[in-house]
């Protein structure tokens, strides 16, 4: 079917999925999750099938999918599968027609995008995140709800930007860093810098 969506990850992050491809008209095919102890479980009435499938059932034909998983590396893992990555937006997410947004990519309930942000691959963007102008987020960002990007901020792959986190006008957050909850970034965070607070500080290597 055309508007079928196979759907790999059946933990808790896998319900907004789900729950996202559904309120955008998309029927879930069915869900893969490596727990073999899942199988058989429901999550919003569409059943946990198996685990991951092998490459070539992927290449054997055209197969939309999603990944379905928060944890930024191992979403990054799983999306090696040369599967054909969906899109999944929520109907209630205000998207500018002017943003791009790569495969694979999560737009949740309650989610506004300004114009010419540009967003990645497999990134997230949780509920209620607001993204304003001329923003760069890359492949495999995870924004928790809440977040706020102000206008040209630039967030380089594999970033985790915590719950109702601010970040100001212009700030470049490197690659694999992560981001307190609730913090307020001010200025630039380097490469797999951990940082919280308000304003944002970096913490220690103890």
Same mark, same amino acid.
């Given at each position: 079917?055309?508007?079928?969506?196979?759907?790999?990850?059946?933990?808790?992050?896998?319900?907004?999925?789900?729950?996202?491809?559904?309120?955008?008209?998309?029927?879930?095919?069915?869900?893969?999750?490596?727990?073999?102890?899942?199988?058989?479980?429901?999550?919003?009435?569409?059943?946990?099938?198996?685990?991951?499938?092998?490459?070539?059932?992927?290449?054997?034909?055209?197969?939309?999918?999603?990944?379905?998983?928060?944890?930024?590396?191992?979403?990054?893992?799983?999306?090696?599968?040369?599967?054909?990555?969906?899109?999944?937006?929520?109907?209630?997410?205000?998207?500018?027609?002017?943003?791009? =947004? /790569? !495969? *694979?990519?999560? +737009?949740?309930?309650? %989610?506004? $995008?300004?114009?010419? &942000?540009? @967003? #990645?691959?497999?990134?997230?963007?949780?509920?209620?995140?607001?993204?304003?102008?001329?923003?760069?987020?890359?492949?495999?960002?995870?924004?928790?709800?809440?977040?706020?990007?102000?206008?040209?901020?630039?967030?380089?792959?594999?970033?985790? =930007? /915590? !719950? *109702?986190?601010? +970040?100001?006008?212009? %700030?470049? $957050?490197?690659?694999? &860093?992560? @981001? #307190?909850?609730?913090?307020?970034?001010?200025?630039?965070?380097?490469?797999?810098?951990?940082?919280?607070?308000?304003?944002?500080?970096?913490?220690?290597?103890?």
């Amino acid at each position: 079917m055309k508007n079928e969506v196979w759907v790999l990850g059946g933990g808790g992050h896998a319900k907004v999925v789900v729950a996202t491809l559904q309120s955008a008209g998309k029927t879930v095919a069915g869900i893969y999750d490596d727990d073999p102890s899942k199988r058989g479980n429901l999550i919003l009435n569409t059943k946990i099938v198996g685990t991951t499938p092998a490459q070539d059932w992927w290449q054997a034909e055209a197969r939309p999918a999603f990944v379905a998983i928060g944890d930024n590396r191992v979403r990054q893992r799983v999306s090696a599968l040369s599967a054909e990555w969906a899109v999944a937006q929520h109907e209630a997410a205000s998207v500018h027609p002017s943003v791009r =947004v /790569g !495969a *694979g990519t999560l +737009i949740c309930a309650g %989610v506004v $995008i300004q114009p010419d &942000a540009h @967003i #990645g691959q497999h990134v997230i963007a949780n509920t209620s995140c607001s993204i304003d102008h001329d923003c760069v987020v890359q492949d495999f960002v995870h924004l928790a709800p809440g977040v706020t990007l102000a206008g040209e901020v630039h967030i380089d792959e594999g970033v985790f =930007v /915590g !719950a *109702g986190s601010t +970040i100001l006008p212009g %700030v470049k $957050i490197g690659a694999r &860093a992560i @981001i #307190g909850a609730g913090s307020v970034v001010l200025h630039d965070v380097e490469p797999a810098a951990k940082v919280v607070g308000v304003p944002a500080r970096k913490l220690s290597n103890d």
